[in-house]
C-alpha cells in the first residue's frame, strides 16, 4: 500500500533524513508535498527529483524570487507564506505529513493537517511545546491514542513504541536520554568562553544548527520533557532525564513492577522517521546496534548548575498557559543571537530566565494568545539581549 506523504522542513536535516527513508521505503511511499523556509533552489532540485503535485515556500521574498525563475515548471503549484505552508498542510490528498520544520514556526502546520485529518508525523517539537494544549483541543486528552501523531523525536519515539498499546497507570516514569552535548566535562567558568563552533560540534548526532546548540545548553532535552507531557499525558514529575554519552539507548520506561524497558539504536534520525512512516507496520531498514562492538553505555545525571536550560523548560511546562511559549521563544532568539556572536553559552538560558521571570503566565485559549506570547518573548529577549547582559547572567 502506497503512502502519500508531504514534507515540510524538506530542505533541512530531518527533511532530508526524511526523503532518504522515503526513497528507502520506494513504493510504499509517494512524495506529492514539500515545503521549505528561503532554500528554494534546494527546494527545485528536491521537485525535480520527487515530482510533488505542490510545494510551499514560506519566506515569501524567496517565493517572488522562485516564482520568477520558473525553476518550478509549470505542473507544480506553488505556495506562498506561512498561508501557503497551512494549505499545503491541509490541502490535497496526503495520509502523511512529516513536519520537520525548525521552531514555533511549525506548530500551525501541524494543527492545519491535524484539522484536516490527516496523520502528522512529528519532528518539530514546539508544535506541543508551544501548542501542546491547542493540538489536545484538537485531538483529546489522550493524544497518542487515535493514531493521528507520530512522534519522530528519537527519545519520543522509543518511549511510543516501548508503551505501544499499554496504559500508563502501569507505568512508574519514563526517562528521556540526552547525549550532555559537547560541553558535558566542561567546567562552568570556561561555559562563558565556548565559541558556535564549538557548539556546533555535536559528539554523537548530526543535526541541524538549532537543536545542536539546544543539545549543548540541555534545552533540547528541557522541550522534549514539556513535549514528553503532552504526548503520553504523564505529570512531570514522572519523566526523568538522564545523561547517556554514547546516544545508543533513546528512551527507557520504568514499569510499576519496577521493570525498566530500553529501546536501543545508533544515533540516525532516519530510524525514527522510517518507524514512523511505515506504523503500524515494520519497515525493513538496516540491521540493530551491534552489542558486542559497544564500549560501554554510561548513564549519569544532569548537571543543572551548568546547564540549567533545562530546568527552567520543565518549570515553565508546570507553569503551564504561556510559559512553554514563552520560554521556547526566547530560546530560539537567544540562539540566533549566539550564533551571531552577541551573547555568551551562559547567556543563552540566562536570557531565558529573565525573560520568564517578566512573563505574567496566563491560559492558553487561542492561538492568537500563543502567538502574542511568542511575540513578546522574542521582542524582550532581543532587547535583553543587545544590552548585553554579561554580568548578571554569568554570575
Ligand atoms: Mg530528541
Known sequence: MSRRLIVLGATGSIGASALDVAAELGERIEVVGLSCNGSWRELAALASRWRPAAVAIADEAAWREARASGAFGEEVRLLAGATGLVELAAGGDADIVLNGIVGAAGLEATLAALGAGRRVALANKESLVVGG??????????????????????????IWQLLAGKRTEEVRRIILTASGGPFR?????????????????????????????????????????????????????RIDVVVHPQSIVHGLVEWTDGALFAELGAPDMRAPIRTALAWPERAIGPPAVALAELSGLTFEAPDLHRFPALALARAAGQAGGTAPAVFNAANEVAVALFLEGAVGFPDIAGLCGRVLDRHATHPVDSLATLMEADRWAREETRSLGSRRPSAATRS
Do not use: C
Open 133 to 158: 494544549e491547542l493540538v489536545a483541543a484538537v485531538l483529546g486528552r489522550r493524544i497518542l491514542e487515535r493514531g493521528m501523531l507520530l512522534p519522530v523525536d528519537s527519545e519520543h519515539s522509543a
Open 185 to 237: 566535562r566542561t567546567p562552568a567558568e570556561a561555559l562563558a568562553r565556548v565559541t558556535p563552533a564549538q557548539a556546533l560540534a555535536h559528539p554523537t548526532w548530526d543535526m541541524g544548527p538549532k537543536i545542536t546548540i539546544d543539545s549543548a545548553t540541555l534545552a533540547n532535552k528541557g522541550l522534549e520533557v514539556i513535549e514528553a507531557h503532552h504526548l503520553f499525558g504523564l505529570p512531570y514529575e
